[in-house]
């Protein structure tokens, strides 16, 4: 569905300025290239903050803390 807006929109600037939806289809792989190496980073820092948050919580996991459950 979004593949879908973004093509519509698309379309629709391609009707009212074209110069720019020209430019917009040739900048695309450009930006994309630059931007991911930032999500791979992204994704490194996200992977080290859940092994230090594992690490952390390493103890009470193993003393048995567990989580409540309430019972409705």
């Known amino acids: 569905m979004r593949l ?9 600037l391609l009707v009212l ?4 939806a020209l430019l917009a289809v ?6 994309w290239l ?3 190496p930032l999500r791979l980073i992204g994704i490194t ?10 690490l952390l919580f390493l103890p009470a996991r193993l003393l048995g803390s567990r989580r ?5």
């Open 68 to 72: 409540s459950k309430s019972h409705g």
């Open 4 to 12: 879908l807006m973004l093509f519509v929109g698309w379309c629709i």
């Open 17 to 20: 300025y074209w110069p720019l």
């Open 45 to 54: 820092i996200g992977a080290v903050f859940s092994f230090i948050r594992a």
């Open 34 to 36: 630059i931007s991911l």
């Open 26 to 31: 040739i900048l695309f792989p450009i930006v």
